[in-house]
């Protein structure tokens, strides 16, 4: 730095200000110092600078499945809000309730400044094991009301607006696919979500209609449909739990001769990049990502700039939106 502010005919502190892109420095000193940088090949050692900080400079983000199509869509929004803090993102698989609790661990988080992690596993039960003494923020609806900041989804909310989309396009006999519920997650919301839409529509909640996968994904949602068209189950609307569960459902419905939107139409959840361009193409819910991103990301960016411990810890739930396609006469 000595050597750069030497070259350029200024001060070691004028030197960092530009370095630090602090507003206090012309454009034309700006520029003078940059050149001198580039002749003289000065790279800032980003290691010794977080680590004189205390810092690395890397949060991690730890997901239930790194090649799902749901949480290969968050992280890449994740990775684009850290990016406008200069930070790195460090993702890690968790898949089971011990590796979720693993990743919250001291041992493996003094490799990150923070971490936000996607509880799919934990419960409430499980919320004194939040008590950890680095930043941490949860996504999705497995913890609440625990001693972090929660960013979670309108699951109640948009599951109510789905399933009365169907109702609105002249569904009477909706079925649902969801995972075996526990505790609060996202298929007991979403299921009463789908109740309440029923309910409010005078329409009866017949438990046939409520069909259990063992995954989220495309293979579980093929299967099912082929099942249920095969065991003679009257339904001519069909919410499922995820995206990637109603993109399998279109082709197990299209395997056993039932056209889509025609006798049952479909809608899914999470608007994820596949459902635009499936034929049909997908109605859907969107969760908006991206907001979810930005503001779990800047919630664990003030508690790492704010590192004293916090007796007060937000809450968050971002607004959605219907996205009405081909799947369900849009």
Known sequence: ???????????????????????????????????????????????????????????????PEVNSPYYSRLATAIIAAAARHNLRVSIEQTGTR???????????????????????????????????????????????????????????????????????????????????????????????????????????ADPELVQQVTRFDMRQGALTARKMAASGLDFDGLFCATDSLAMGALRGLADTGIRVPDQVKVIGFDNITESEYFIPSLSTIDPNHDAMAERAVDLLVRRIEQPTPQ???????????????ESTGG
């Open 1 to 63: 730095m000595q050597d750069v502010a030497k070259a350029a005919g200024v001060s070691p502190m004028t030197v960092s200000n530009v370095i630090n892109n602090h507003p206090n420095v012309r454009p034309a000193t700006r520029q003078k110092v940059l050149e001198a940088m580039a002749r003289l090949d000065y790279r800032i050692n980003v290691a010794a600078r977080n680590l004189s900080k205390g810092r690395t400079g890397t949060i991690g983000f730890a997901v």
């Open 98 to 204: 011990e590796s979720e609790l693993d990743a919250l661990s001291l041992s493996r988080n003094l490799l990150y400044d923070g971490l936000i992690i996607s509880a799919a596993s934990m419960g409430p039960s499980d919320a004194e094991r939040l008590k950890v003494d680095h930043p941490v923020v949860v996504l999705g609806d497995r913890i609440l009301e625990g001693p972090v900041d929660h960013v979670g989804m309108p699951n109640l909310e948009a599951s109510r607006a789905a399933t009365r989309h169907l109702i609105e396009r002249g569904c009477r006999r909706i079925a649902i696919l969801c995972m075996p519920f526990e505790e609060v997650d996202t298929s007991s919301l979403r299921l009463a979500g789908y109740r309440e839409a029923l309910a409010a529509a005078g329409l009866a």
């Open 311 to 325: 007796t007060d810890h937000e809450e968050a739930v971002c607004a959605f939106s219907l996205v009405v396609r």
